[in-house]
């Protein structure tokens, strides 16, 4: 147990082990309404001194060596309006390195409302702002990069004209050059073309990794290289390797796509995934290989190319595009149609292997969530009971499918933020300290930090982020009100009262019989809670 005394606070006297504080990777210390040190666990030591020579100093002068508060002071905002700030400032250690730190103040309240003290978290992100600045300088490089191709472009405008003076001294001089800036300019714009549709692909596989988005990228690009009227991209099911699926397609009826089930080996696409050779059939009317000719027909297709989809040597599947019209394929059409199933192939597997890796982040996440669960009886199945809750409150909301997808992720591991606080403060049958509860307090704010590396859960990590901000501003962490509130944060946020209301909880003596928990709800309807949550809530409650 810690004891008070002359170097540390009272308010932190009672907390079970000093080791919660010193064991949260971030320097933290508690300073009085004079700005003066009071306490300090070992991260803020490490870096600017111990306890002992810091005692009662002034916060700035210990942290930046001034002999003033500094400008901004994040302390003197919470002491004046009771709210937590934020400043980054960069500060010396004791080892002589300058770092960047993200400051946190939040304020401790008395019983009154009155700021009594400051709870002051600084963590280090010297890495990150680095980071930061290499990102800025390469963008700056790709801007100069940019400049020079325009100047580039520009001269060979002038080049063009210069050209076209020249060609008015004769008309034969100018007949032949005509016929050769033509060429040439077909050459570079088909050029151009190839580079911006594999470019496009690529940067479609880099900002999303959404593998449905990259298969219909690819077949709408498909399209558009070879000027076909439909397109479709066929896979092998992993389960049966002689079956091939439409994985996307644009310009073809849904009749069609269900009605011509093909193998490898059978048809064209089956043909050109057998021998993983490209196939160009000009009059589909003529070619034995067209297996569905009257369907094939009955779509006004009359031309078609098959190209495989190989990634290391392995087949994956077919590309296949359609043209209404007798279609003479060009040498370069079909090398650039090659190189294209080339970028696919590398596109679907790269977003698979992205997918599968964030899944199996997420997953061991969500592991995480219920172990802790698993041993605390209390909260075991929590997670699960409020998912439940959320998806019957957002599906009555009628919100949208990807809404209740991105709902289903973030309501598993609302509370995983909660990893970083110890038991003996999670599990304490009595009050909390106002120490112990900033610390609670900051658990929604360290989830969303750990979620930030899933892309595919970026617009779920507000709803982690928010889900005990209150209706009417008095939640945290930002103390955000009414719409200001992600709606799926709102959601959760009804769905986790209500579980904890109708659970066993160490700090309660018995949990609400369901009657209990709906006259809680109305009677905080517009204050914690949304109102228009909280009837649809309600009434699902009393339905069930």
């Known amino acids: 147990m810690i004891k008070p005394t002359s170097k540390f606070r009272p308010e932190l006297a009672d907390l079970d082990s000093k080791e919660i504080l010193n064991e949260l990777g971030a320097g933290l210390s508690l300073i009085d309404n004079n700005l003066r040190i009071k306490w300090m666990n070992t991260s803020y030591e490490k870096w600017f001194g111990s306890l002992e020579s810091n005692f009662k100093r002034p916060c700035y002068e210990t942290f930046q060596k001034r002999h003033e508060a500094c400008p901004n002071c994040p302390a003197i905002k919470a002491l004046r309006d009771g709210k937590i700030h934020k400043i980054i400032k960069t500060a010396v250690t004791n080892n002589k390195i300058r770092k960047c730190f993200l400051l946190t103040v939040t304020p401790i309240k008395d019983k009154n409302g009155q700021v009594i003290q400051l709870l002051e978290l600084i963590q280090d992100i010297t890495q990150s702002r680095k980071k930061e600045r290499k990102s800025k300088q390469l963008i700056s490089k790709f801007k100069r990069i940019c400049k020079c191709l325009i100047g580039a472009n520009n001269r060979l405008k002038l080049n063009i004209i210069a050209l076209k003076k020249s060609n008015k001294y004769t008309d034969k001089l100018n007949n032949i050059l005509k016929k050769k800036f033509k060429t040439k300019t077909s050459e570079l714009e088909f050029a151009k073309q190839e580079i911006q549709d594999i470019y496009q692909i690529n940067k479609t596989l880099s900002n999303s990794m959404d593998l449905k988005r990259a298969l219909n990228l690819i077949v709408r690009l498909s399209r558009k290289i070879t000027g076909a009227n439909a397109a479709c991209l066929k896979l092998i099911k992993p389960s049966n390797n002689n079956a091939l699926f439409t994985a996307a397609s644009v310009g073809l009826s849904q009749n069609y796509l269900l009605n011509t089930p093909e193998k490898i080996g059978e ?117 699960e009971r409020v998912t439940q809750y959320s998806l019957r409150i957002a599906k009555s909301l009628e919100l949208n499918q990807k809404e209740l997808e991105i709902l289903t992720f973030a309501s598993k591991v609302h509370d995983v933020g909660k990893i970083a606080i110890s038991d003996t403060v999670l599990n304490k049958p009595g009050k909390l300290t106002a120490a112990e509860r900033a610390l609670v307090e900051l658990h929604p704010v360290k989830g969303a930090e750990m979620l930030m590396p899933l892309s595919f859960l970026s617009k779920g990590i507000p709803c982690v982020r928010h889900h005990h901000e209150r209706y009417d501003g008095n939640g945290y962490p930002d103390g955000i009100e009414k719409e200001r509130i992600p ?45 228009q949550v909280v009837n649809v809530f309600i009434k699902i409650l009393k339905e069930s």
């Open 267 to 383: 048809g064209v696409s089956g043909i050109a995934a057998a021998t993983q050779r490209p196939i160009v059939i000009t009059d589909i009317s003529n070619d034995p290989r067209v297996k569905y000719l009257n369907l094939t027909q009955g779509e006004g297709i009359y031309s078609m190319i098959s190209v495989p989809v190989l990634f290391n040597q392995e087949m994956l599947g077919v590309i296949d595009v359609y043209f209404k019209y007798p279609k003479k394929v060009m040498k370069d059409e079909m090398v650039l149609l090659k190189t294209f199933a080339t970028q696919a192939a590398l596109a679907i597997e790269e977003t698979k292997l992205y997918e599968n890796v964030h899944l199996s982040y997420f997953n061991t996440i969500h592991a995480l969530v219920l172990a802790m669960e698993a041993r605390d009886p209390y909260t075991k199945c929590h997670s």
């Open 487 to 531: 709606i799926l944060a709102r959601i959760v946020a009804c769905a986790d009262a209500y579980d904890a209301m109708t659970s066993d909880r160490p700090y309660r003596f018995r949990k609400l019989t369901l009657d209990e928990a709906i006259k809680e709800l109305e009677l905080n309807s517009g204050k914690q809670f949304d109102p």
